[in-house]
């Protein structure tokens, strides 16, 4: 219904104000290879990660990793050793990584952008990140049963966006596997969705995660 729809776009954007301006999309950068980012919305230190994809402006993979979620939490288990998120996968230089800060620093040294100077606030730039999951409710937290589309989706939509945030924790929560490219290449600055298995293509939050819910939620 519209108006939660407005309230949670109310809430998100106050997150996105407790994020000090953190996530902007640079110029896209397209990898040759998967960078494969296992991650959760309601995880402030993937956050931190996800601010570092967006403001370097590269594609990644994002398989999401939602508490409770079954579909891509026993990789990470099985790649790194234990279950901690942020982690990432780079096929391009054939690592992968953990810790929200090692992220960042690798993806602005590879890929381009620079380190925000939040990250300088050190333990107040988590604290930050944590007030930013309680004001979203916990949302991206916990796993929603979905079922899993063939071919993964595409979304476009900067981690600073509130009304990209607000589907990103539907794409968590359902732990729907997708290309995130921060910046779309035509100038649009609405959230964008492609799905590659009905050839449709939704913008807007709200259309997103309504397509979202009727096509995916089981
Ligand atoms: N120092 C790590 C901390 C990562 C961390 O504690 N992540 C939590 C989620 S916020 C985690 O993986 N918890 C285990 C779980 O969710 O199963 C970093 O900065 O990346």
Not at 16 to 33: D, F, H, M, Y
Not at 89 to 108: F, G, K, P
Not at 121 to 150: C, H, M, N, W, Y
Not at 194 to 206: C, H, L, S, V, Y
């Amino acid at each position: 219904m519209a108006v939660f729809y407005w309230f949670h776009l109310l809430l998100s954007l106050k997150a996105s104000i407790l994020r000090l301006g953190a996530g902007g999309a640079a110029q896209a950068v397209t990898p040759e290879k998967p960078i494969i980012l296992y991650e959760f919305e309601g995880c402030p230190f993937c956050r931190i990660a996800r601010e570092a994809v967006s403001q370097s402006g590269v594609s990644v993979l994002v398989r999401p990793c939602p508490k409770g979620g079954k579909r891509f939490r026993p990789h990470v288990k099985k790649l790194g050793g234990k279950a901690q998120f942020p982690f990432l996968v780079d096929e391009n230089a054939d690592l992968s990584m953990y810790e929200s800060r090692d992220i960042s620093t690798y993806l602005h040294k590879n890929y381009g952008g620079n380190r925000s100077w939040q990250r300088f606030l050190g333990p107040i730039d988590q604290i930050l990140s944590q007030l930013a999951v309680l004001i979203r409710l916990l949302a991206g937290t916990f796993v929603k049963k979905s079922v899993a589309p063939e071919t993964p989706l595409e979304f476009i939509g900067a981690e600073r966006d509130p009304r990209a945030r607000l589907v990103k924790e539907i794409l968590c929560e359902m732990e729907l596997e997708y290309h995130w490219h921060p910046k779309g290449g035509d100038g649009e600055s609405k959230p964008a969705l492609n799905d590659p298995n009905t050839k449709e293509t939704i913008t807007g939050a709200q259309a997103i995660r309504d397509y979202l819910r009727k096509t995916y939620r089981s």
